[in-house]
């Protein structure tokens, strides 16, 4: 889709996406050491991006316990049952009036794929 709009994108603040779920957080619920310190060391804002439904605070609580109390949180809408990469899409789009994106992190191809469509940098974790 087309998401120009008013703002110039050099007034936008540089932003980095991290997915939660497989991503930072391994299924047993521990952090992935190398994704977490990435995020932890990023100079540009940190997006967290989570297609689960429900649970906000479960995740805002692991990443203030985890260092990334800062980091913008974008959830998945409990009415949403869209698959992941048109979720996420439609996440990026709203980010894009906030953000220029420069990289994002994801454990599905999918979700790559279209980060790269949109010009982001892309890695599969």
């Not at 913008?72 to 979720?87: A, N, S, Y």
Request: aromatic share 6%; net charge positive.
């Amino acid at each position: 889709g087309d998401w120009s709009s008013d703002v110039c994108s050099s007034d936008l603040k540089e932003a980095d996406i991290f997915d939660f779920n497989k991503t930072l957080k391994k299924k047993s619920g521990k952090p992935k050491k190398k994704i977490l310190k990435k995020a932890k060391e990023d100079k540009d804002e940190v997006v967290v991006m989570s297609t689960q439904q429900g649970g906000h605070e479960e995740v805002r609580d692991w990443l203030d316990k985890h260092g990334l109390d800062k980091a913008k949180l974008v959830q998945r809408g409990t009415k949403e049952h869209d698959h992941d990469p048109q979720v996420k899409e439609r996440m990026l789009g709203k980010l894009s009036r906030q953000f220029k994106v420069k990289k994002a992190y994801d454990d599905k191809k999918a979700n790559v794929k279209m980060f790269k469509r949109h010009g982001i940098k892309a890695k599969e974790v």
